[in-house]
């Protein structure tokens, strides 16, 4: 009996939700060696600023996520509209390969695409505008050249930004 592919998305993980963070390691900790594969399909945490960002929450799920690949579980990473900063540093950290969006699974119920969903967004033209720059190389360079400290402020006025806007 082939065991399942287990997929999650949008836990939104931050420091001050521990609650959070609990309940993906007791589901980490219940699934430990019994899937062939756990797709995060983005957002595992509220916000990623950058692999140098490093977290109490973030390490403690790395080390999970680490330690769920080790007993025979294929880990992989996607971006979402929150953690798009998420680099190959931390994916090696998790024990876990980061795929491009929109990726395609082979299954043996045939093929599924897998994606985070926010590009599929189309009305927001203001949001898919500010998506296209921020996914951009060039943008992403010159964001992580920054201190961590602007980064964080700069994280944070993009949030009331959008906090107003809905």
Same mark, same amino acid.
């Given at each position: 009996?082939?065991?399942?592919?287990?997929?999650?998305?949008?836990?939104?993980?931050?420091?001050?939700?521990?609650?959070?963070?609990?309940?993906?390691?007791?589901?980490?900790?219940?699934?430990?060696?019994?899937?062939?594969?756990?797709?995060?399909?983005?957002?595992?945490?509220?916000?990623?600023?950058?692999?140098?960002?490093?977290?109490?929450?973030?390490?403690?799920?790395?080390?999970?996520?680490?330690?769920?690949?080790?007993?025979?579980?294929?880990?992989?990473?996607?971006?979402?509209?929150?953690?798009?900063?998420?680099?190959? /540093?931390?994916?090696?950290?998790?024990?876990?390969?980061?795929?491009?969006?929109?990726?395609?699974?082979? !299954?043996?119920?045939?093929?599924?695409?897998?994606?985070?969903?926010?590009?599929?967004?189309?009305?927001?033209? /203001?949001?898919?505008?500010? $998506? !296209?720059?921020? $996914?951009? @190389?060039?943008?992403? @360079?010159?964001?992580?050249?920054?201190?961590?400290?602007? $980064?964080?402020?700069?994280?944070?006025?993009?949030?009331?930004?959008? !906090? @107003?806007?809905?």
């Amino acid at each position: 009996m082939s065991k399942p592919i287990l997929f999650i998305s949008d836990l939104h993980l931050q420091d001050d939700r521990p609650d959070l963070t609990r309940a993906l390691l007791m589901f980490l900790q219940e699934n430990k060696g019994k899937c062939e594969a756990l797709y995060i399909l983005g957002d595992l945490f509220e916000v990623w600023l950058g692999d140098d960002g490093i977290t109490a929450t973030s390490d403690t799920v790395a080390q999970a996520l680490h330690e769920f690949a080790g007993c025979g579980s294929d880990v992989y990473l996607m971006h979402g509209n929150r953690d798009f900063l998420m680099g190959t /540093e931390f994916a090696a950290r998790c024990g876990a390969s980061l795929l491009a969006e929109p990726y395609r699974l082979h !299954s043996k119920l045939g093929d599924i695409v897998l994606m985070h969903g926010d590009v599929l967004c189309t009305d927001d033209t /203001e949001y898919q505008a500010f $998506r !296209s720059m921020v $996914r951009s @190389a060039e943008w992403q @360079a010159d964001f992580l050249a920054r201190n961590l400290d602007e $980064r964080i402020a700069f994280a944070r006025q993009a949030r009331q930004q959008s !906090s @107003a806007a809905t």
